[in-house]
């Protein structure tokens, strides 16, 4: 059954009229809201993606914002972020997320809101890496004692890296290396899309032996 809302009998309209706006690239650092743009901040309650299924399909959210209900209008190329500000886009937005949006006001409605910039800080993840002892190995991961994990948890932290299709292992000295090298004891810096919620490394992209331990 369709979704139905009084708000959204304007989506349509909003998100065709918005599709010509270039591709924004994303920043480099932490980005910076536009300048003199609205922030909303609230619950997703529904969102449909017009057009063809791409990373930058055209994308209208409705929120539930300190009782209200307001439909965002996402244009094609608005910069789309996680909460530590990897990049995003519409095919990670899902109901229940907590959603920022920076943007304008449309025909002067407060309830419709064209986004400049959004922020979905309910996606916890972002490209980041560790180094620390290996506590212990199995075929599917790795667990690595840090002094402290990408988002800052505290000393004493226990990394665990998945082993992904992509992994690369490295001995010292940049050589190549096999899962079968990483062993307890060893120092090693880990590599990939850490997941806060989790407190889990996937898409482990490489782990770094930096100091071999021999095997037994």
């Known amino acids: 059954m369709r979704f139905n ?10 998100i065709v009229a918005a599709a010509a706006v270039p591709s924004v690239a994303a920043a480099a650092s932490t980005p910076t809201p536009p300048a003199g743009a609205t922030e909303v901040t609230g619950s997703i309650i529904w969102h449909e993606r017009v057009g063809r299924d791409t990373p930058l399909a055209n994308v209208g959210v409705l929120l539930n914002s300190n009782g209200s ?9 608005t910069p789309m972020y996680r909460k530590f500000w990897g990049v995003s886009g519409p095919s990670e937005l899902h109901d229940g ?9 449309s025909s002067g409605s ?9 922020q979905d800080i309910s996606i916890q993840n972002a490209a980041a ?3 620390g002892q290996v506590l212990f190995r199995d075929d599917g991961f790795v667990y690595v004692q840090v002094a402290s994990k990408p988002d800052g ?28 090298d990483i062993r ?7 590599g990939g899309t850490y997941d806060s919620a989790s407190q889990a490394m996937y898409d482990t992209d490489h782990i770094a032996i930096q100091a071999v331990v021999p095997a037994a």
Do not use: F, Y
């Open 97 to 105: 997320d907590t959603l920022h949006a920076w943007g304008s006001a």
């Open 184 to 190: 307890a004891g060893e120092t090693v810096n880990v």
């Open 129 to 131: 890496e560790a180094t």
């Open 5 to 14: 809302h009084p708000l959204l009998t304007v989506c349509s309209a909003l």
């Open 69 to 77: 209900d307001i439909l965002i209008s996402v244009p094609k190329g």
């Open 110 to 118: 407060a309830s419709i809101v064209r986004a400049q910039m959004t």
């Open 153 to 180: 948890s505290p000393i004493g932290s226990v990394l665990v890296a998945e082993r992904s299709s992509s992994l690369k292992v490295t001995l010292p000295g940049g050589l190549p290396g096999q899962w079968s």
